[in-house]
C-alpha cells in the first residue's frame, strides 16, 4: 500500500508592487518559481497601494507577505505597511523585502520585524528554502 | 565571399571536434541561442556581398548608416542624468557638459513619468527620487536655465504624458528666444513599449497610440530637426526578453507608428527620416552585434519595399543605445565596470548613433559623481585608445557575425507574422501576447541562472564573503517637500481663469480628435499641471490599468 505522506497545505503568499514602480521582471519570475515549487501565490499587479496590500493578506489568509521595490521608496512604504499590518492584527503574517535596497538599508528594514531582504542575484531555491524553514504562524 | 569548402579539411576538423569531449556548459548564448562550434562559408549559402551586405551608408545598411561611421563623427556620448529638483538635475547636467558631454538626457520622476504631480498622494515617497520632478513649465525653465537648447541636443525619456512634457519644452523654447526649427533631440514618446514591458501606463492603447502620434505629426510640420519618437526595445529586454524579442517587438512598434502617421494623412518620407531607435546593450557580445545589424537591414527593407519610401533618409534605422541596467550586480559592484565596457563595446561594434554607459553604482541608488564620470570615461577610452573607430563595421563578413545577422532578421520577421496572425499590434498587446513572451524568456535565464548553467560573476560563482560598499548617492526626504510646495506656489500664483480655460480647449480637441499640440501648448503657457492636463484627457480618454500576466 502506499503510504500517505504527511497531508501539507501550501504556504499562501501574496506578492506585492507597491507604490508606482513598475518594474515587475523579478516579481513576476519569483511568483512562477514560487507556484511551481508548489505554494500557493496571489500576485494583484502594479500600482497596489499600502492599504490594498493589507486587504489582500486578510483577504487572502495569508502566511507570507513579498514586497517587491526598484524604486527606492521602500523605507517611505514598507514601514507603513508593516505598521497597517500590524493595526490590522495580522502580525502574524511574516513579511519579505525583494528588489533594490542598498545594503545600509536592509538593518533597518529587518529592525521594523521584515523578516528577510532578498536582493538581486538571488536563486529562486534560497527563497523557497527559506519559506518552507519558516513555514506559517497564519495556520500553524 | 562564401567560397568552397575544402571537405577533407573540414572532415578532418569534425573529427577532433567530435573525439573531443563535451565543455561543462551547452554553448548558448545569453537569449538562449544555440552557438555552433565554428562558422564557414557553408552557414552563408547564396551570401554575395554586394546584394546581401552592401557598404555603409548605403541601402540596406547592415554596415552603418553612414559611409564613413566613426572616421567621420564619433557616436554622441549620452548620460541619462536627473534626480530631485529641477534645480539639482540643471546643475548635474552642467557637471557633464564640463567633462565632455556631448548631449544631455532627462530622467523624469516616476510621478511624472505616470503623469502625476508631486503633491498626489500617490507620489508619496516617489518625488525625485529616480529622475527629476516636472509639474509645470516653470520646472522646465529651471532644468534648462543658463543651457543653450538652441545648441545642445537634448533627450527626454518620458512617454504617457510625453505630449504635454514636450509642450512644456517647446513653449519654454519660445520663452527663450530659441526658434523651433534649431531644437534637436529626442523625446522617447513611445508608448507601445510600455504597454509590453515599461508599464508606465496611463490611458489605453489606442488613445496612448494617438498622442504618440500627435506628437510625431506636430514635430513633423514645426520642429523639424527633433526626433519626435524613440522606438524603444531598451525596456523589452530589461523585462526579460531575448535579444531577438527586443528586435521584434522594437521593429513592430516602429511599423505601428508608421501605419497610424499614413492614416493621418502623412506621407511616410515626410516623417520615417525623423523616427529614431533605442537598443539595449546586453552581455552576449556577438548576439548584441547581430540584433544592430539586423535591425537596419529588416527596417530598411520595409520602408523601402513595403511603404515605398523613395527618400534614403526613411530607410535608415538610426539608434541610441544604453548598456544593460539588468546586467548589473549589487555583489562586487565595480565588476559593473568591466561588463559596462564590454556592452560599450558592443553597441559600438554594432554602429549605435548615441550611448549611454551605465554607472556600476546603479543596482544601489541613482549614479554617484565618481560612478558617472568612470562610466563616461568608459566611453571616451573606446573612442580614443582602442582602434575599434578606424574601420567601419569591423566585424562585417565574420562568418558567424554574418550567420548571427541573418538568423536575428528571420527571427524578427516570424514574429511579425505571429502579430500579424494575432490582428495586428493593438490585439496582440489586449490578448498579452508580447508580455507573455517575455515573462516566459525570462523565467527561462532564472532558470539557466539557477543551475549554474548561466555563470553571472561574483554572483553565481566566484563570490566574495567580504563586501566593500560603494559611496551612493541618497535623495534628501527635503526634496518632495520643496517640490510639492513650489507646485502648490504656481498654482496659487497663475490664473485659475487662464487654466480652466485651456483645459478645456484640451478636453475639445481631444473629443474632436484633433492634434492636441496647440492647445497642450496653451495649457503650458497657463501654468497647468501635469496632472491636470492628465486628468482632463483621461476624460475622454478613459484610464487603463496594467494587465497581469
Known amino acids: 500500500m502506499v503510504k500517505c505522506v504527511e497531508n501539507q497545505i501550501p504556504l499562501r503568499i501574496v506578492l506585492a508592487k507597491v507604490g508606482l514602480d513598475g518594474h515587475d521582471r523579478g516579481v513576476k519570475v519569483v511568483s512562477r518559481a514560487l507556484r511551481d515549487a508548489g505554494f500557493h501565490v496571489i500576485y494583484p499587479g502594479l500600482w497596489q497601494s499600502p492599504e490594498a496590500v493589507v486587504r489582500t493578506v486578510a483577504d487572502e489568509d495569508a502566511d507570507w507577505l513579498g514586497i517587491s521595490l526598484l524604486s527606492g521608496t521602500h523605507m517611505t512604504l514598507v514601514p507603513r505597511i508593516v505598521e497597517m499590518l500590524r493595526a490590522a492584527g495580522l502580525d502574524h503574517v511574516g513579511v519579505l523585502v525583494g528588489g533594490i535596497i542598498p545594503e545600509t538599508d536592509v538593518p533597518k528594514l529587518l529592525e521594523l520585524g521584515v523578516a528577510r531582504v532578498f536582493g538581486p542575484g538571488t536563486p529562486m531555491a534560497e527563497i523557497i528554502d527559506f519559506l518552507r524553514a519558516h513555514g506559517s504562524r497564519t495556520h500553524a | ?549
Open chain 2, 1 to 549: 565571399m562564401a567560397t568552397a569548402v575544402d571537405r577533407k579539411l573540414w572532415s578532418q576538423w569534425q573529427r577532433e571536434i567530435e573525439a573531443a569531449p563535451p565543455g561543462e556548459q551547452p554553448a548558448t548564448t545569453v537569449s538562449g541561442v544555440p552557438i555552433d562550434p565554428l562558422y564557414t562559408p557553408d552557414n552563408l549559402d547564396g551570401f554575395e556581398y554586394d546584394s546581401s551586405l552592401g557598404y555603409p551608408g548605403q541601402y540596406p545598411y547592415t554596415r552603418g548608416v553612414h559611409a564613413t561611421m566613426y572616421r567621420g563623427r564619433l557616436w554622441t556620448m549620452r548620460q541619462f542624468a536627473g534626480f530631485g529638483t529641477a534645480q539639482q538635475t540643471n546643475e548635474r547636467f552642467k557637471f557633464l557638459v564640463a567633462k565632455g558631454q556631448t548631449g544631455l538626457s532627462t530622467a523624469f520622476d516616476l510621478p511624472t513619468l505616470m503623469g502625476l504631480d508631486s503633491d498626489d498622494p500617490r507620489s508619496l515617497g516617489e518625488v525625485g527620487r529616480l529622475g527629476v520632478a516636472v509639474d509645470t513649465i516653470d520646472d522646465m525653465r529651471q532644468l534648462f536655465a543658463g543651457i543653450d537648447i538652441g545648441k545642445i541636443s537634448v533627450s527626454m525619456t518620458i512617454n504617457a504624458p510625453a505630449a504635454v512634457i514636450m509642450a512644456f519644452y517647446l513653449a519654454n523654447a519660445q520663452d527663450q528666444g530659441v526658434d523651433w526649427r534649431k531644437l534637436r533631440g529626442t523625446i522617447q514618446n513611445d508608448t507601445l513599449k510600455e504597454f509590453h514591458a515599461q508599464n508606465e501606463i496611463y490611458f489605453p492603447p489606442e488613445p496612448s497610440v494617438r498622442l504618440a502620434i500627435d506628437v510625431i505629426e506636430f514635430c513633423t510640420r514645426h520642429v523639424p530637426q527633433w526626433n519626435p519618437v524613440s522606438i524603444s526595445g531598451y525596456h523589452i529586454r530589461e523585462a526579460g526578453s531575448t535579444a531577438a524579442q527586443e528586435l521584434a517587438f522594437t521593429l513592430a512598434d516602429g511599423l505601428h507608428y508608421v501605419d497610424q502617421c499614413l492614416a493621418r494623412g502623412l506621407q511616410v518620407d515626410e516623417f520615417a527620416p525623423r523616427l529614431s531607435f533605442f537598443f539595449n546593450a546586453h552581455n552576449d557580445l556577438f548576439e548584441e552585434v547581430a540584433k544592430y545589424r539586423a535591425a537596419r537591414a529588416v527596417w530598411a527593407d520595409r520602408l523601402r519595399n513595403h511603404y515605398g519610401a523613395r527618400n534614403e533618409n526613411s530607410w535608415k534605422l538610426r539608434f541610441h543605445a544604453q548598456t544593460a541596467g539588468c546586467s548589473l550586480q549589487d555583489k562586487q559592484p565595480e565588476v559593473n565596470l568591466i561588463r559596462v565596457a564590454y556592452q560599450a563595446l558592443a553597441a559600438v561594434l554594432g554602429g549605435c548613433q548615441s550611448l549611454h554607459t551605465n554607472s556600476m553604482d546603479e543596482t544601489l541608488a541613482l549614479p554617484s559623481e565618481h560612478a558617472v564620470t568612470l562610466a563616461l570615461r568608459t566611453q571616451q577610452v573606446l573612442a580614443h585608445e582602442t582602434g575599434v573607430t578606424n574601420t567601419v563595421d569591423p566585424l562585417g563578413g565574420s562568418y558567424f557575425v554574418e550567420t548571427l545577422t541573418r538568423q536575428m532578421a528571420q527571427e524578427a520577421r516570424g514574429y511579425f507574422d505571429r502579430i500579424e496572425a494575432l490582428g495586428g499590434m493593438l490585439p496582440a498587446i489586449e490578448r498579452g501576447f508580447f508580455r507573455r513572451e517575455i515573462a516566459d524568456a525570462a523565467f527561462a535565464f532564472q532558470r539557466e541562472f539557477d543551475a549554474k548553467h548561466k555563470i553571472i560573476v561574483g554572483v553565481n560563482a566566484y563570490q566574495e564573503a567580504e563586501r566593500k560598499p560603494l559611496d551612493i548617492l541618497t535623495i534628501d526626504h527635503a526634496v518632495e517637500t520643496e517640490q510639492v510646495a513650489q507646485t502648490r506656489r504656481v498654482r496659487k500664483e497663475r490664473s485659475g481663469e487662464e487654466q480652466r480655460r485651456t483645459l478645456d480647449a484640451v478636453r475639445r480637441a481631444a473629443e474632436a480628435q484633433e492634434n492636441l499640440l496647440p492647445t497642450l501648448l496653451d495649457a503650458a503657457r497657463a501654468r497647468a499641471t501635469v496632472g491636470e492636463v492628465m486628468v482632463a484627457l483621461a476624460e475622454v480618454y478613459g484610464r487603463c490599468d496594467a494587465a497581469v500576466v
